[in-house]
């Protein structure tokens, strides 16, 4: 996972699924799930093109995790 991970990134949205794990996407639409205290990427995912927009959403219960990348079509 560390391999497309960047670390001058900005943050946009965070969500702490649990005690042991939180979920960040930044201004690029870089979406990764992190393994706390360690603050190690357990998961990376990138857009295929620079999104518009990002949105990062738990569900009530916290079992589900939503991002939504919004691009503008010109």
């Not at 943050?11 to 960040?24: F, K, N, P, Q």
């Amino acid at each position: 996972a560390q391999d497309h991970f960047n670390f001058n990134v900005k943050v946009e949205g965070c969500a702490l699924i649990d005690g042991a794990h939180l979920a960040t996407v930044s201004a690029e639409g870089l979406l990764a799930v992190w393994k706390l205290p360690e603050c190690q990427p357990l998961f990376v995912r990138k857009p295929s093109a620079r999104p518009n927009s990002v949105k990062l959403r738990l569900s009530p219960g916290g079992k589900y995790l939503a991002v939504s990348w919004g691009w503008r079509l010109d």
